[in-house]
C-alpha cells in the first residue's frame, strides 16, 4: 500500500505536555518494516511518566533521564506489516498483511547484556515509546519497527484486545516464573491491576496449594476469584498478613509477588512471607521504599528477586491466550478511539478501569 504523508499520534513534549498531533508517516530503511498499528494499551507506566515520575525523567545525581521527547508514546501495541524495506521480509520472515507484535526493548546487540544473551536487561535500553527518534510508539496509526527487534507473529484466534494486550501478559508471565511456583505453595499476589490480574491466572496454571490476591477494591477480588483464586483481601478492611498466616498454620505464604507499585505492598510482604520465602517485586515506583533489610536477613533469609520485562515470554502469551488458558475478558474494560486520547488517560487513571486501549478508527 501507498503510505499517507502524515498520520495523527500521540506525542510527550514533557512532563504532563502530551498531544493529539499529525506526523510524518515513517517510511521504512533497509530490514525495517511499518506496522498499521491496530489497538495500544494505556499503561500505569505511561501515566507515571505522564505525571513527571523521577525514574522516567531522571533524579538529578542519581541517575539520568530515561525518556527523550518529544516521542510517540506506547508501549503495549500490535499490527499489520503494510510496507517493509529491503531485506526486511527475509529478516523479520514476514510477509504484507501479517499481524505481529514487536517485543517492547529493541535490544542494542553490542552491550555485555546482549553479547551474553540477556537482551531485555541492554544497556542502552531503548524501549518503543520513550526514545524519539529511535522507538517511537504505538499510540499512532503508523510504527516503524527498526531491524534490531524482536518480533513476533499474532495468532490469528487473537482479538485486537487480545494482541494490544500481550506485552503486559508477556511481562506477568516472566514474573510469575521467576516466582518459582511449587505444588505445595501459598502464593500471594499484591495489587489487582491489568498484569497482577493476569499474574493470577498464570499462578493459577502451576497449581500452587492456595492462590490469594491482595487488593484494595473489591470487585477486583470478585474477578480474581473468577480466574482462580482461592481467597481474596482488601487492605483497608483487613489485616494481610494476620490472614495469611491463619491460612498457613502461622507460617505465612512461600511467595509473594508485588504488582501494587505502593511503598505498602511491599512491607506487607515482607511481614506476610514466612521464612526462607520468595518476594518478586515487579513494579515501576514513583517514590523510593524504605524498608527493615534485617527482616530480609537475619530473621527470615528471604530470597528477593526483581522483574523486568518479558525475556522468552512472548510466544508462551500468544499461545495461552489462543488456547483459551488466559483471558482479557474482565480486564479490558474500555475502549477508547486514538483521537480520544485524553479521556483514555483520563479513564486510566480512575480505579474503576483496569485495562484502557486506544483503537485506531479503522482497526
Known amino acids: ?156 484466534r487473537l482479538s485486537v484486545e487480545d494482541a494490544a494486550f500481550l506485552e503486559p501478559l508477556a511481562c506477568g508471565i516472566h514474573a510469575v516464573n521467576r516466582a518459582d511456583i511449587q505444588f505445595d505453595d501459598t502464593v500471594v499476589i499484591a495489587g489487582g491491576g491489568p498484569i497482577g490480574l493476569a499474574m493470577v491466572q498464570l499462578a493459577k496454571l502451576k497449581t500452587p496449594k492456595q492462590l490469594i490476591l491482595v487488593d484494595t477494591h473489591d470487585d477486583r477480588l470478585a474477578l480474581a476469584r473468577d480466574y482462580g483464586a482461592d481467597h481474596g483481601f482488601n487492605p483497608h478492611r483487613d489485616d494481610i498478613a494476620k490472614e495469611i498466616r491463619a491460612l498457613t498454620g502461622g507460617y505465612g505464604c512461600e511467595v509473594y509477588i508485588d504488582a501494587t507499585g505502593s511503598s505498602s505492598g511491599v512491607v506487607q510482604g515482607l511481614e506476610a512471607l514466612r521464612k526462607l520465602g520468595r518476594f518478586v517485586e515487579f513494579s515501576v515506583f514513583k517514590e523510593p521504599t524504605t524498608v527493615d533489610w534485617s527482616t530480609i536477613s537475619d530473621r527470615k ?34 475502549q477508547v478511539p486514538l483521537t480520544d486520547f485524553e479521556r483514555g488517560f483520563e479513564i486510566a487513571a480512575q480505579r474503576d478501569s483496569i485495562k484502557v486501549v486506544l483503537i485506531t478508527d479503522d482497526a
Not at 308 to 331: C, E, F, K, M
Request: net charge negative; with cysteine.
Open 301 to 334: 533469609e528471604l530470597d528477593i528477586r526483581g522483574s523486568h520485562l518479558s525475556p522468552h515470554t512472548y510466544p508462551v502469551a500468544i499461545n495461552l491466550l489462543a488456547r483459551g488458558l488466559v483471558t482479557t475478558h474482565g480486564i479490558v474494560t474500555h
Open 1 to 156: 500500500m501507498t503510505l499517507p504523508e502524515s498520520m495523527q499520534a500521540v506525542v510527550c513534549r514533557g512532563p504532563g505536555d502530551y498531544r493529539l498531533e499529525r506526523v510524518q508517516t515513517p517510511q521504512p530503511g533497509p530490514s525495517e518494516l511499518i506496522l498499521k498499528i491496530q489497538a495500544c494499551g494505556i499503561c500505569s507506566s505511561d501515566l507515571k511518566c505522564r505525571d513527571g515520575a523521577a525514574m522516567y525523567w531522571g533524579d538529578g545525581d542519581r541517575f539520568p533521564p530515561f525518556v527523550k521527547p518529544p516521542m510517540i508514546v506506547g508501549h503495549e501495541f500490535a499490527g499489520e506489516v503494510v510496507a517493509m524495506g529491503e531485506g526486511a521480509k527475509a529478516h523479520f520472515e514476514v510477509e504484507l498483511g501479517d499481524r505481529v507484535v514487536p517485543e517492547q526493548i529493541l535490544p542494542c546487540r553490542q552491550c555485555f547484556y546482549c553479547q551474553r544473551g540477556h537482551y531485555w536487561m541492554c544497556e542502552v535500553h531503548n524501549i518503543f515509546g520513550f526514545q524519539g527518534g529511535v522507538a517511537e510508539g504505538g499510540m499512532a496509526e503508523y510504527l516503524r519497527v527498526p531491524a534490531n527487534a524482536v518480533l513476533h507473529s499474532v495468532d490469528p
